[in-house]
């Protein structure tokens, strides 16, 4: 092999692999769980897949032009099929790492929350919520109930994919979403304990998003978790209030 071939060497089966095993022994050094590590770059591989397909299927749409109908004709097949294999890659993944995170996760719509999917909402969420408002001194183990509850709304599917959807969420509503937490959040002169605490929780504008999706599948887990109701009776008041 000369210096060329071997610049332009790949990453073979056994380097992917080696990386994996790799990465989850020093996650377990951390103290990670490895079931928890490998949903996790399961994950990530799903991710990456799913991002290469969308960046084919750019391609795949955008034949050039000045060599004729035949090899455009040519191009958007081959382009089209590589991209549909490469989008049901995806699914697969995807499909292989919501099976090993949630067991039973194929037959349940809404399997148990798992430790690693609460762990993930818990890092989409404190920063979208300090994007907005600040921090508050409500208790911690408030949000992780709050959060669970939440997920319990979701498959393990939807989960996998919730960081995206509450991201766009808060970028299509960002001004209202400000309006509600400067006028009943941390820093206003709404009290940390009452009908508006739930605003001083970050699981808040993850509430807020279920909330406005599925409300009644919402209430039954919150209900099923018996928080307190007027909670979220005070996130519909500053919601509206906020229109």
Do not use: C
Not at 133 to 151: F, G, I, K, M, R
Not at 175 to 201: K, Q, W
Not at 210 to 225: G, I, N
């Amino acid at each position: 092999m000369n210096a060329t071939e071997e610049g332009r060497q790949r990453l073979d089966e056994a380097d992917v692999l080696n990386a994996k095993r790799t990465l989850v022994q020093l996650l377990e050094r951390a103290g990670v769980y490895s079931g928890d590590a490998e949903e996790l770059i399961g994950l990530v591989e799903a991710g990456a897949l799913a991002l290469a397909h969308e960046e084919l299927g750019t391609l795949a749409r955008n034949a050039p032009g000045e060599k004729g109908e035949p090899y455009t004709s040519g191009w958007l097949d081959g382009a089209g099929t590589a991209a549909d294999e490469l989008g049901a890659l995806a699914e697969r993944t995807l499909s292989r790492a919501v099976r090993s995170e949630t067991p039973g996760a194929d037959t349940d719509p809404r399997p148990r929350v798992g430790r690693m999917e609460l762990e993930r909402a818990k890092v989409v969420v404190l920063p979208l919520y300090l994007s907005f408002t600040t921090v508050s001194d409500l208790d911690p183990e408030v949000s992780e109930q709050v959060l669970t509850a939440v997920l319990g709304t979701m498959s393990a599917r939807q989960r996998a994919g919730y960081a995206g959807r509450l991201t766009r969420f808060a970028a299509t509503h960002r001004d209202r979403v400000e309006r509600m937490y400067a006028t009943y959040g941390p820093g206003s002169p709404i009290a940390i304990h009452g009908r508006y605490s739930l605003l001083h929780s970050p699981a808040s504008i993850a509430v807020l998003e279920r909330l406005t999706t599925v409300p009644d599948t919402l209430r039954e887990e919150w209900d099923a978790a018996e928080l307190p109701p007027a909670w979220l009776g005070g996130l519909t008041t500053a919601w509206e209030t906020a229109a």
